[in-house]
């Protein structure tokens, strides 16, 4: 059973690191996302781990395999590797018809020409692109050709599967449509997808886990839940999420038992962990992270705050209100209107809020926040 | 509307103006020639008087066509070996510029090749010097004695004496041609590997293909229209190229259609050479023709923008070292070792002697001296020289100047009428002048302006008439490099300024052209360079008067007197590679840009 393992790959590409020390497992029938802003290391780890890219140093190994070690000099050629590459620019040859560009790689593994026609038919027909067979990529559509290229890669049956941002060409909603495709793709075909992208809501509602990366470093590696819900650091909870979440810089210090006193823009807090206790030094200074969904805003609420914009989009409302000289962001379900000024009350909800230490930013401890 | 006020809105656009002036300019100065030139081959001139018997000067006549293709021997001799000849060497020379420039421009953009900054400058130096330097480097080294005169530095050095068949005609033609036009080869084949998406070799590799059938199946395939055009303009430049055949045939009477075309020009028969000249034309016309069928065919290479930036380079491994040093020495034994040879032949004094006592600065210093090269100083005393040099670089600024921007407008008024027939008309006006072999092209100017013409006096032997021609010549690359500046240029950038009231001029001057500064001065570099080192177009429109250093160079290598030859040609590649350089650091306009079509 495939599993993909890498240890320590570093790619340099002259004094640039893209990729540093990377340590990753990827468990066989993982859907794992490779998620970072651009320029994060994410596409050169996947296509390191293709073999389309040598690592500077560490070891890859594929099932119990090694394909690449920098110290045994092994470094297995992509095409054996028994992997499934699907490209950002979905890499379509322009010069073949639907059907060239699908049988070529059953060609290369010498299939019989009977036994290649009836895999194409089935393959175009799963694909629903039956009726362009003959046709060439530069008459199809974004979406066709999208699927002409997932149907090339499917072809071959690899067990592997990796895509560089495969849906980042197409509009948004053909966007939503492929990425359910994908999903059922994954169970069906009962293989490990790779995926990379930039768009933190593909990799939260596609993975099973993400690999969030910044600066060629792994930030946390984890199920999409847990990275949304648990951030290992600032960057992380910056990063996923949108609305974005709410970052309030302020100081801390420890107060009776277990509870920690804040102080951000003139509000007192108590907040208390529930992750385990946590020791601030004294005055440490802090960042505090709320989720928009754990910003309550209604009459009620110790804490009074002045709307600064609503903006309903119908399911939800997205509130900016402002606290002091914070601007603060809250999702209320439903249309709700409030008009600019208009005054409310606020609350903080559940257990996770997240205390980051600012220096660091390193999560410090989740836990209930209260207004004292 | 009434048509008054149409023609006033439609005049009130810039763009239009500009197309509308051009058409009927380009119009004059093309399609016109064309047509007096067709006239000129049924017509009786004066110096033919003796061959056509019983007639006056001006009468119709079938005599010149017959003679050319109906004439048997005289025909076969006169027209179809040298039509034969031309198509031989020509087709030799794109295969040696397709398969070198493809190789080098392969292993520049595909593979881990080392020292890949040196070998891209120097590799298209060939293309950036004379055509005829080669030829000359090749005679410096393999001149034989039996032609006559002293033998080359290559049997000085090893005294082996080179076969004939080995220092002229056919095969050093195809060699050195080869050599001139892979650069061409590798800027255009180059251009498109580097923007083929790696992707899709990189697609091929996942499924499990070879090397060589991602090669024959994906790479080739998709680079073949660029390598079929590419093969087209390389075969219509050596079609039309006279200096390389002229410097290696001649010796050997080697003729081809350009050689041809010169001596009945300059003999006793101008009308045979304006029906070679036509069909030098036709030949062009075709191969556009060609080209055209090649661009946007269904299957054609489409471009599918996407990140290719991340191009995994094919490991040559155990070849990388030796094929880097090769590839290294060859390019430089093609561009540096030439400069040397002409440095050599300047500073010695007998021929072929090349021992040290032999040296001498008579060539470049010297006084006069009766007993060589009938008395003319050194060519840094030489005033003849010096005003040849004056002329060179008048007329190529000149014809810059004003070819770069009439391209530019040209450019942008075309892009901005983009789709309309009168953008179409006035495109393909600029470019025809491309597909004129220049001796043709030359031809055409003088059956034209040899005499008064319209409203326009004899231009014969003026310096106007030299600027007219190169200006029409290089009117192509100029436009080239507008349109192509103007089609990266968002129409909103304009049209902001237009909004706020900015005066037509002021948005060209202040918007535009800084915007894409680089292109359009690509656009003025190509006209300046090539009319530096043109010698076919000018080489029957001059006059004494009005010599440029190539023509002299022409002149001093007919006479024999090779040193001379070699110092002037050492001047004018020095010139040129400096100017080339300099516009190139200061403003990065680049001769690579702008060519091909």
Not at chain 1, 209 to 238: H, I, R, W
Not at chain 2, 68 to 83: C, D, H, I, N, Q
Not at chain 2, 201 to 230: C, W
Not at chain 2, 471 to 497: C, H, W
Request: proline fraction near 4%.
């Amino acid at each position: 059973m495939p599993e993909i393992i890498l240890k320590e790959v570093t790619k340099r590409f002259g004094k640039f690191v893209a990729v540093d020390r990377l340590n990753l497992t990827i468990g066989d029938g993982d859907f794992v996302t490779l998620l970072g802003p651009s320029g994060c290391g994410k596409t050169t780890t996947l296509r390191m781990i293709a073999g389309l890219e040598s690592p500077t140093e560490g070891e890859i190994l594929i099932d119990g395999k090694t394909v690449f070690s920098s110290k045994s000099g092994v470094d297995v050629s992509p095409d054996k590797r028994d992997v499934g590459f699907l490209f950002q620019n979905y890499a379509l040859w322009p010069h073949m018809t639907v059907e060239q560009n699908i049988s070529f790689g059953l060609e290369n593994l010498k299939w019989e020409k009977d036994r290649i026609r009836t895999r194409v038919a089935q393959l175009l027909a799963t694909l629903k692109i039956g009726q362009f067979g003959k046709r060439y990529p530069s008459e199809l559509s974004g979406g066709q050709q999208q699927r002409v290229a997932i149907a090339r890669t499917l072809a071959t049956g690899p067990k592997v599967l990796f895509m560089d941002e495969p849906l980042s060409n197409l509009d948004a909603k053909l966007r939503t449509e492929m990425r359910t495709e994908l999903k059922r793709l994954h169970v069906e075909t009962d293989s490990t997808f790779v995926y990379v992208t930039h768009d933190q809501l593909e990799a939260m509602t596609l993975s099973t886990k993400t690999c969030l990366m910044k600066e060629g470093v792994l930030q946390q590696y984890e199920p999409p839940l847990s990275v949304y819900n648990n951030p290992a650091n600032l960057f992380v909870a910056d990063f996923v999420g949108s609305p974005t979440i709410n970052l309030i810089e302020g100081r801390g210090r420890n107060v009776n038992l277990d509870d920690i006193k804040l102080i951000a823009d003139g509000i007192d807090m108590i907040f208390s962990p529930v992750s385990g206790s946590i020791t601030l030094r004294e005055d440490q200074e802090i960042v505090l992270g709320i989720r928009p969904e754990y910003v309550k805003i209604g009459d009620s609420g110790k804490m009074r705050a002045r709307v600064y914009s609503t903006l309903p989009s119908g399911m939800e409302t997205i509130v900016k209100i402002r606290v002091g000289g914070q601007l603060l962001t809250s999702v209320v379900f439903g249309a709700i209107d409030f008009d600019v000024d208009e005054e409310v009350g606020v609350e903080f909800l559940g257990e996770r809020c997240v205390v980051f230490d600012k220096e660091t930013g390193i999560n410090l401890a989740l836990g209930r926040l209260g207004i004292v | 509307m009434t048509i008054g006020n149409r023609a006033k809105s439609f005049f009130r656009k810039p763009h239009n103006l500009i197309l509308v002036t051009l058409a009927i300019a380009l119009s004059f100065l093309t399609l016109f020639p064309l047509i007096s030139l067709a006239k000129d081959t049924f017509i009786v001139h004066p110096s033919e008087l003796m061959s056509v018997r019983g007639s006056h000067v001006g009468d119709v006549t079938l005599f010149h066509w017959k003679k050319v293709f109906a004439s048997g021997e005289t025909s076969m001799k006169m027209f179809y070996m040298p039509l034969w000849n031309s198509a031989k060497t020509s087709l030799g020379s794109c295969a040696i510029a397709i398969l070198l420039g493809g190789s080098v421009a392969w292993l520049v953009t595909r593979s881990d090749i080392r020292w890949k900054p040196f070998i891209s400058v120097v590799f298209i130096f060939p293309y950036v010097m004379p055509s005829w330097t080669l030829a000359m480097a090749w005679i410096n080294f393999f001149r034989n004695r039996l032609i006559g005169g002293a033998p080359g530095l290559f049997t000085a050095l090893t005294g082996i004496e080179t076969a004939n068949w080995f220092a002229y005609g056919v095969f050093p033609i195809i060699v050195v041609q080869g050599l001139h036009y892979a650069p061409f080869a590798y800027i255009l084949i180059g251009g498109i590997l580097r923007n083929m998406d790696a992707n899709l070799e990189e697609a091929a590799t996942i499924l499990k293909a070879s090397r060589l059938k991602i090669l024959s199946r994906i790479t080739l395939p998709i680079v073949m229209p660029a390598v079929l055009s590419t093969f087209l303009l390389v075969f219509s430049s050596c079609m039309s190229s006279f200096a390389v055949p002229a410097f290696l045939g001649t010796p050997v009477r080697f003729q081809v259609l350009t050689t041809q075309l010169y001596r009945t020009l300059n003999g006793i028969n101008p009308g045979y050479g304006y029906i070679m000249a036509l069909v030098m034309i036709a030949i062009g016309t075709l191969i556009l023709a060609a080209n055209q069928l090649f661009v946007g065919k269904r299957k054609s290479f489409t471009t599918v923008t996407g990140k290719s930036s991340n191009i995994s380079l094919v490991k040559l491994r155990g070849a990388r070292l030796p094929l880097s040093i090769l590839l290294v020495g060859f390019a430089a034994t093609i561009s540096i070792l030439p400069l040397v040879t002409f440095a050599v032949e300047s500073f010695i004094m007998a021929p072929g002697d090349y021992s040290f006592g032999n040296l001498t600065t008579q060539f470049w210093i010297g006084e006069g001296r009766e007993d060589i090269g009938g008395g003319e100083p050194g060519i840094l005393l030489n005033k003849y020289i010096y005003l040849g040099l004056w002329n060179s670089v008048k007329l190529s600024l000149v014809v810059s100047l004003v070819a770069g921007t009439i391209g530019g407008l040209a450019g942008y008024a075309i892009v901005k009428a983009r789709g309309t027939r009168l953008s179409a008309l006035v495109n393909n006006l600029a470019f025809f002048p491309y597909l004129m072999p220049s001796m043709a092209f030359g031809a055409i100017y003088l059956s034209m302006f040899g005499k008064p013409t319209l409203l326009l006096p004899s231009l014969y032997g003026t310096f106007a008439l030299l600027v007219l021609v190169g200006t029409v010549k290089y009117l192509p690359f100029a436009s080239r490099a507008g349109v192509n500046a103007m089609l990266q240029l968002s129409n909103e950038i304009e049209e902001s300024a237009l909004i706020m009231g900015i005066p037509w001029w002021k948005r060209m001057a202040r918007i535009i052209f800084p915007i894409q500064k680089t292109s359009f001065l690509s656009g003025y570099l190509l006209p300046f360079i090539s009319c530096m080192r043109e010698l076919a177009l000018f080489v029957i429109l001059i006059v004494p008067a009005n010599r440029v250093l190539t023509s002299m160079l022409f002149q001093y290598n007919e006479k024999g007197w090779n040193q001379y030859a070699n110092a002037i040609n050492l001047l004018i590649v020095l010139i040129v590679l400096a100017f080339n350089t300099i516009i190139n650091k200061a403003t990065g306009a680049s001769i690579d840009k702008g060519i091909g079509g």
